[in-house]
């Protein structure tokens, strides 16, 4: 049972009751972590985030998440990041350049702009950058965004979206996948892009299949 | 350039969404998760809930049908109504609201908008702004609910939020509100030279009315009456508004 479950960190940044909806309805079992002890055993961890990039490190840090989190990667942990979870896991920030990032993701996040409405606020298309086993060819769907500040493109890139400029939509480096849009407030397509992403990350949903007779 | 948003708003009463605020006789259209679940299907980009009623008392009740609707919309939503501090803020963020909508209180203490910014980002912050058109002033900034003048004209208003930390903008035409005869078109002109997105309300009747609103730069449309009696269904008005070369998302 432990083995997929999805823990979900808890570090009063991130908005978890739609993400804790968003996974009841894919059936998917979580736990909430207030603290490192409460990670489970094994299985995805999800990383959510909304504010100020420094405010968001900080409560990491005094909650001893900042340490573990690349511990836990180097173990093989899968780590996704959302919003500003992804921002997190990139190596720092325009929104706070004295603070570094976690660094998990190579690339730094910038502002949006000049020339666009900031914040970047509402659905946007994004489009397959290269091709990444969870995540089919969006063709063009539709995922919403809320944010001032983004991870420039690399060569890893899974999907693009723009704002005025391309920036990456999704991000991958080995088991570390970050979404700059919320998968969890983006309608249907979204529910299903959380629920392959997570199934690659070896969340196993609450009921089992049927076994074969 | 993200997809125009169609925005159904709800009026919430203890814990109930009802229409007609201005008659003395409110009609209950259901709960708000019922309501959430069916513009969620019907393809709405974002809901907006107004709590007419907010006080004190009700703040449990509040927290507990914002959480509910949280859990079940696959689309971000607004709650507003009686916002008037950095803590009442955060109950309803933490409840699942992804932003919230100051009024009154903001107007009265500007610096509102500036620390709630600063507590959760100025994208958590919708400024909803209710304006008449006005001899002296272009357009004069009402405060409660509408029925309190102030001596702020409109435009200047909404330059100062901005410079305060708004993130986005809910302006409502009084003149239109509740006509059907369409969008307050120059003072959209006018308020779309902002930085942050607008949304256009108040006068919404017919499709075509949408289409001007959005090509007068409102980055969203909000109505509620034409929604929630099914006379103008989100499908068909996105359908509509794709057909016209409006970015949007079907």
């Known amino acids: ?213 | 350039m993200p997809a125009k948003r169609i925005i159904p708003c709800l009026d919430v009463k203890k814990g109930r969404v009802v229409k007609g605020v201005q008659f003395k006789e409110l009609r209950d259209l259901g709960s708000p998760v019922e309501l959430a679940r069916r513009y969620d299907l019907e393809g709405a980009d974002e809901l907006v809930f107004l709590d007419i009623a907010a006080s004190l008392e009700n703040r449990g009740t509040r927290e507990a049908w914002v959480r509910d609707v949280a859990r079940e919309l696959s689309i971000p939503f607004t709650v507003g109504g009686g916002v008037s501090s950095v803590e009442d803020a955060r109950s309803l963020l933490r409840s699942g609201a992804d932003k919230v909508a100051v009024n009154t209180a903001a107007a009265l203490r500007p610096d509102l908008v500036c620390e709630l910014a600063n507590a959760f980002g100025r994208q958590c912050v919708v400024a909803a702004v209710d304006v008449k058109r006005d001899a002296d002033l272009g357009w004069r900034v009402y405060l409660k609910g509408g029925t309190e003048p102030t001596e702020r004209s409109a435009i200047d208003w909404l330059w100062e939020l901005n410079d305060l930390g708004a993130g986005e903008i809910l302006l409502t035409s009084m003149d239109r509100d509740g006509t059907g005869d369409g969008f307050d078109l120059p003072l959209l002109d006018l308020a779309s030279e902002l930085p942050i997105p607008l949304i256009a309300s108040g006068g919404a009747g017919l499709e075509i009315h949408f289409l001007e609103a959005l090509e007068h730069g409102a980055d969203a449309v909000l109505a509620a009456t034409l929604f929630h009696e099914g006379i103008l269904p989100i499908p068909r008005l996105k359908t509509y508004l794709a057909q016209n070369d409006i970015s949007i998302r079907i």
């Open chain 1, 1 to 213: 049972m432990s083995a997929g479950l999805i823990t979900l960190i808890d570090y009063e940044a991130g908005n978890l009751a739609s993400l804790e909806g968003a996974l009841d309805r894919l059936d998917l079992p979580y736990v909430r972590a207030a603290s490192p002890e409460q990670v489970a055993q094994s299985g995805p961890i999800v990383l959510p985030g909304v504010g100020h990039f420094e405010s968001a490190r900080r409560s990491l840090q005094e909650r001893g998440w900042w340490r573990l989190l690349p511990e836990l990667v180097a173990e093989g942990r899968p780590l996704l990041g959302i919003c500003l979870g992804l921002q997190l896991l990139a190596e720092g920030s325009e929104e706070a350049p004295r603070a570094s990032g976690l660094g998990l993701i190579p690339g730094i996040v910038r502002r949006l702009g000049p020339g666009v409405k900031v914040p970047h606020m509402g659905w946007s298309q994004v489009r397959q950058a290269s091709p990444h086993p969870a995540l089919p060819d969006p063709e063009g769907a539709w995922l919403y965004f809320v944010h001032s500040y983004a991870l420039e493109p690399a060569a890893e890139t899974v999907y693009l979206a723009d704002h005025g400029r391309p920036f990456a939509a999704v991000e991958a480096r080995g088991k570390v996948l970050g979404f700059q849009p919320h998968p969890e407030k983006s309608g249907p397509t979204g529910l299903l892009l959380l629920q392959s992403t997570l199934a690659w990350m070896g969340a196993t949903a609450t009921t089992p299949e049927a076994p074969c007779n």
